[in-house]
């Protein structure tokens, strides 16, 4: 069978360092001749890895965009890849590089020049996630009833995700990095604002220019440590910890194995830290880690990608395909960071108005300000046998409760798990045809998730990057 091959590309922008990958993916009609087609990711190939670079910056508070222009266009040429050709991806930016003052400006400049690739502005949550699937955690919970944390340690941040049968059931970030405290010349240079809110509970805090050797510097460490351990174990409980990054640990089940990726973790795994030559705790934080003897309670695992985890998983893992049964306008795409609402279907009653005029008043009253509507993507999970009165009153439901609202910035969008998107996109095209949609299938998603959906490719497939930031435990 005929097969189409798509590039993407992953730009992880992080506290210490940033780094790229070029993948390509080789997509396929899975489906027999008389089925239905179904177009798969069939093979994924890193094509090109970037070095790991050290994070440029003009100040302690800027970021220097032209330098990682400069560093993402040479990768292309590296890859022999021009920007035109990306198709999917993400570039995150993650750790204390997020807090920048041009954080923002550096991700839409970068993603407006470096492809028509997909962005994630990925938050603590999002970021973890990316790394269990870049480290290969995700794939191995699928192989086993362990419930395992992956444990991203870069710069500035060790970003938690747990998981269980390859479904993520809780993340949780903590103030854990290894350029949390950088040295000069043996002496301490900086110190981060959540480490020197830390020392406040102390009597003697480590200050700017103490020895790098003070018994305070390992002392810290610990107590970096001791805070995952508890974390680990569910007993962080103060909402108000200095060290806590967001929300408390959201799952529920006892945490039975470990992972750790991240700058960090080429520390423990690889016995060396000859990708992190930087004058911080890093290596210090990773030595502590091996020996900490509560963390040799639990079973740990080999990741597939330490230093790289989050970036290969930017590149690599955040892209599903659509079904090819769909209806897009496609002067409207790509669409980025379009939240999602789940309008439940009765499967008994089928009454289409009543449930799509809920489902849209309560979308936008979750994600629309009062002068400001923002467009959503009402989701139908479980849509019940449809005959063709049934399409076409659902349709007029839905454009009876969105068509006044849409506009070119602000079509109608539908996301439906089944095989129904040709059929609801086209009718409702013939009932209006002035109303820009977009109608996909096969994608799954739930209420609170954010989705990015790409342009048309050859084979009328749409790559569609699902950012699940809310988690249901099974």
Not at 152 to 172: L, P, R
């Amino acid at each position: 069978m005929k097969t189409e091959k798509i590039y993407s590309a992953g730009i992880d922008i992080g506290t210490s360092t940033t780094k790229m990958v070029v993948s390509s993916f080789l997509l396929k009609n899975v489906a027999g001749i008389t089925h239905v087609p179904r177009i798969e990711i069939i093979e994924k190939k890193v094509l090109h890895q970037s070095p790991i670079i050290k994070t440029p910056f003009i100040n302690h508070e800027i970021i220097d965009m032209e330098k990682i222009e400069q560093f993402i266009f040479q990768q292309y040429q590296l890859a022999h890849i021009s920007p035109a050709e990306i198709s999917t991806g993400a570039i995150i930016i993650t750790g204390e590089s997020a807090t920048k003052e041009n954080a923002s400006e550096v991700i839409h400049a970068i993603s407006d020049s470096a492809g028509h690739f997909l962005v994630a502005t990925a938050g603590p949550d999002l970021e973890g996630i990316i790394a269990a699937k870049g480290a290969g955690t995700v794939q191995q919970s699928k192989n086993t009833a362990k419930v395992i944390a992956n444990i991203d340690i870069g710069g500035g941040t060790a970003n938690i995700a747990v998981m269980q049968f390859g479904e993520v059931i809780g993340t949780c970030t903590l103030h854990v990095g290894g350029r949390l405290i950088e040295f000069h010349d043996g002496k301490v240079q900086s110190i981060s604002p959540p480490i020197k809110k830390l020392m406040e509970r102390w009597s003697h805090p480590l200050q700017l220019g103490d020895s790098a050797s003070d018994a305070r510097v390992a002392q810290l460490i610990q107590e970096l440590v001791s805070t995952l351990v508890k974390t680990l174990n569910g007993q962080l409980t103060d909402e108000q910890h200095p060290l806590l990054l967001g929300h408390l640990p959201n799952w529920t089940k006892p945490v039975d194995a470990i992972v750790f990726s991240g700058g960090v973790a080429s520390c423990i795994y690889e016995n060396n830290c000859t990708q992190r030559q930087y004058d911080d705790i890093g290596e210090s934080l990773a030595k502590i880690l091996v020996q900490h003897e509560q963390l040799q309670s639990f079973l740990w695992l080999q990741p597939e990608e330490t230093a790289r985890a989050t970036v290969t998983g930017a590149g690599m893992q955040t892209t599903e395909i659509s079904g090819a049964t769909i209806q897009v306008d496609e002067d409207v795409l790509p669409l980025k960071n379009v939240p999602v609402f789940n309008c439940h279907m009765s499967t008994a009653t089928k009454a289409f108005d009543e449930t799509v005029k809920m489902a849209v008043e309560r979308a936008d009253a979750l994600f629309s300000t009062q002068d400001n509507r923002s467009p959503f993507a009402l989701y139908f999970s479980e849509l019940p046998y449809l005959n063709f009165h049934d399409v076409h009153a659902l349709c007029e439901a839905i454009l009876q409760h969105l068509a006044t609202r849409c506009s070119k910035e602000i079509p109608i969008i539908i996301v439906i798990q089944s095989d129904y998107a040709k059929i609801i996109g086209q009718t409702i095209h013939a009932i209006n045809s002035t109303v820009p949609i977009i109608c996909i299938d096969q994608i799954k998603v739930e209420t609170g998730d954010y989705i990015d959906i790409g342009e048309v490719l050859p084979s009328g497939v749409v790559p569609v990057v699902v950012k699940t930031l809310a988690f249901h435990s099974k």
